[in-house]
C-alpha cells in the first residue's frame, strides 16, 4: 500500500507548514538573540543589572507555538526538576520574612522559578537556532565595544539608553562594558561565547571553521579590552578545563601544562606595573594563587556562599530568610577558616561592614543561606545537566563562575543549561537511531516518494 502525498507549491495545507515553520524558527532566534543580551533592554529597569527582554520574549513565544505551533513543545523529566526546583525555591522562605518585602522576595525566592520559561523555550527551540544569529549577537558586542571606545557620543545614543548602568572607569584600570552594565560582566560574556563551542551546534561549527574562528579571537580581543580581572580568571579556570579534558594524553596534557606556566608565570609577573584591571590580577595569580582571595571583588562573590556553608552545621536546612544576617556574618568570618583565607583582621572587618549595608543577598550564596542543606543540592543539581558530551566539565567550570559572579535569573545561565540538556537528548536519541538502524531498514522502505495518479 502507497503513501499518497497530493500536495503542490500552492497547497493550504503546505502553505500553513511554511508559515508555521517561519514562526518557529524565528521564535527561536528571538529566544537565542535575547538570552545572549541579558543586561539590554527596550524598556530598562534602572534597580536591575539583568533585565527581563528574555523573560517576556520566552513567554510570547511559548504562547504562541502553544497555539500555532504545539507539536514543537514538549515537556520532559528534565523540565520538570527545573520546575521543581525553582517552586521549591518560591516557597522556601519563612511568611513574616515572605510578606514584609515582597519585591525582595521575589529578587531572592523566585530567580529560578522566573527563568524557567527561558530554560523552557531554550529546551524546546534549541534544533531550531541558527549559529549565525549567534554569530551576528558576537558581532554586535564587538561593534558596541569599538564604538564605546572610539565614538562614546554614537555609542550613548544607539546602546546606552538600553542599559541601566555603564560602568566605565577609566582611571581604575577598568575597560569598557560594551553591552553590559560593567567590564567583569562582559568578561564573562566572552567567555561564554567561547563556551558555546561546546555544546552549541557543535557540528555546524565543525563545518564553518571561519565562524568558529571569529567567535574565538573576537572573544579573546573583547575580553582584553575589558580589562576584566573576573573574566581573566574564568579564562584561566575554564582553559584548564579545556586542558584537562581534552583527549591528550597525560604526558602530552603535562608537557602543555608546564610550557604554558613556564611561558605564563615571568610574563604574566611582569604585568604588575599595569594599568589594566586583568593583567594585575594575572600578575597577583603568577606570583601567588591564593592571591585572589584577598581582593575585595572577589572575596565578596564569594563572601554569600562561604557563610551560608558555614551556618549549615548550626542551620542544616537554612535561615528561611532573604534579608542579609549580620551576625551570620560575622559569626562566619570569626570562624577558623575565614582566618586562614582572609588572615587580615581588617579586611575581614570591611567584608562584614559593606555587606551589611546591603539589605538582601542573591545568587547561589542567597539560595544556600536561605536553603542550607537543600541550596547546596540545587546548585548541585544545576551542574548535572552539561552531561554526556566532551568538554561537559569545561561548561561546569563556566556555570561555576556565574553562580558565583551573577544572579540565578540571568538568562546566560539557563540558556547554557537548556542548551545542553536538549544537546544530550538528540545525542542519546542519535546514537540509539544508529544502534538500531540495520533492524530499522530490514522492514522498511527508507525511500519514500509521491504516487502518480
Known amino acids: 500500500m502507497s503513501a499518497e502525498v497530493g500536495l503542490t507549491d500552492g497547497s493550504p495545507l503546505l502553505q500553513r507548514c511554511s508559515v ?10 528571538a529566544v537565542l538573540a535575547t538570552a545572549l543580551l541579558p543586561y539590554v533592554s527596550p524598556i530598562v529597569l534602572p534597580d536591575m543589572d539583568v533585565q527581563l527582554t528574555a523573560l517576556g520574549t520566552s513567554v510570547g513565544i511559548l504562547f504562541a507555538l502553544f497555539f500555532f505551533a504545539r507539536r514543537t513543545l514538549s515537556f520532559r523529566r528534565e523540565d520538570l526538576l527545573i520546575l521543581g526546583l525553582g517552586l521549591l525555591s518560591l516557597v522556601y522562605v519563612s511568611p513574616g520574612a515572605a510578606f514584609k518585602d515582597l519585591p525582595a522576595t521575589l529578587r531572592a525566592c523566585g530567580q529560578i522559578a522566573m527563568a524557567f520559561p527561558v530554560y523552557f523555550a531554550v529546551r524546546n527551540l534549541y534544533q531550531y537556532m541558527s549559529p549565525r544569529v549567534f554569530v551576528g549577537v558576537v558581532a554586535l558586542y564587538c561593534r558596541a565595544l569599538f564604538l564605546q571606545m572610539w565614538l562614546p557620543s554614537i555609542y550613548a ?12 572607569f577609566a582611571d581604575e584600570g577598568r575597560g569598557p562594558n560594551g553591552l553590559c552594565t560593567e567590564p567583569s560582566m562582559m568578561g564573562n560574556m566572552c567567555i561564554l561565547f567561547i563556551v558555546s563551542l561546546y555544546f552549541f551546534h557543535r557540528e555546524y561549527w565543525k563545518s564553518h571553521r571561519n565562524a568558529a574562528y571569529f567567535v574565538v579571537v573576537a572573544s ?27 583527549r591528550l594524553s597525560m604526558v602530552a596534557k603535562c608537557a602543555i601544562l608546564g610550557k604554558s606556566l613556564l611561558v605564563t608565570v615571568p610574563v604574566a609577573g611582569s604585568l604588575g606595573a599595569s594599568d589594566s584591571r586583568g593583567a594585575s590580577v594575572l600578575s597577583g595569580v603568577a606570583s601567588n594563587p591564593l592571591w585572589i582571595l584577598g581582593q575585595y571583588s572577589f572575596a565578596d562573590r564569594l563572601l554569600g556562599l562561604y557563610v551560608g556553608l558555614h551556618q549549615i552545621s548550626s542551620q542544616p536546612f537554612g535561615s528561611f530568610d532573604v534579608q542579609i544576617d ?20 581588617s579586611f575581614r572587618s570591611l567584608l562584614s561592614d559593606l555587606r551589611a549595608l546591603r539589605d538582601d543577598n542573591h545568587g547561589a550564596g542567597a539560595v544556600v543561606e536561605r536553603m542550607g542543606i537543600l541550596g547546596v543540592l540545587i546548585i548541585l543539581l544545576l551542574m548535572f545537566y552539561p552531561r554526556g558530551f566532551h568538554g ?13 559572579n551573577a544572579s540565578l535569573f540571568i538568562s546566560t545561565l539557563w540558556l547554557v543549561i537548556g542548551c545542553c540538556a536538549e544537546f544530550k537528548l538528540q545525542s542519546t536519541d542519535s546514537d540509539t537511531s544508529r544502534r538500531h538502524a540495520p533492524s530499522i531498514r530490514k522492514g522498511l522502505n527508507t525511500k519514500f516518494e509521491p504516487s502518480r495518479r
Not at 561537559?392 to 558565583?404: C, E, M, Q, T
Open 157 to 168: 545614543s544607539t546602546f546606552a539608553h538600553m542599559l541601566s548602568d555603564t560602568r566605565w
Open 326 to 345: 549580620p551576625d551570620a556574618t560575622d559569626r562566619a568570618l570569626d570562624g577558623d577558616v575565614a582566618v586562614h583565607v582572609w588572615p587580615d583582621s
Open 392 to 404: 561537559k566539565w569545561v561548561v561546569r567550570a563556566y556555570i561555576v563562575g556565574i553562580l558565583l
Open 220 to 246: 579573546c580581543v573583547m575580553l582584553v579590552i575589558t580589562k576584566s580581572g573576573t573574566g581573566a580568571v574564568l579564562a584561566l579556570v575554564v582553559a584548564l578545563a579545556a586542558l584537562l579534558s581534552s
Open 20 to 29: 508555521t515553520d517561519r514562526l518557529v524558527r524565528f521564535g527561536a532566534n
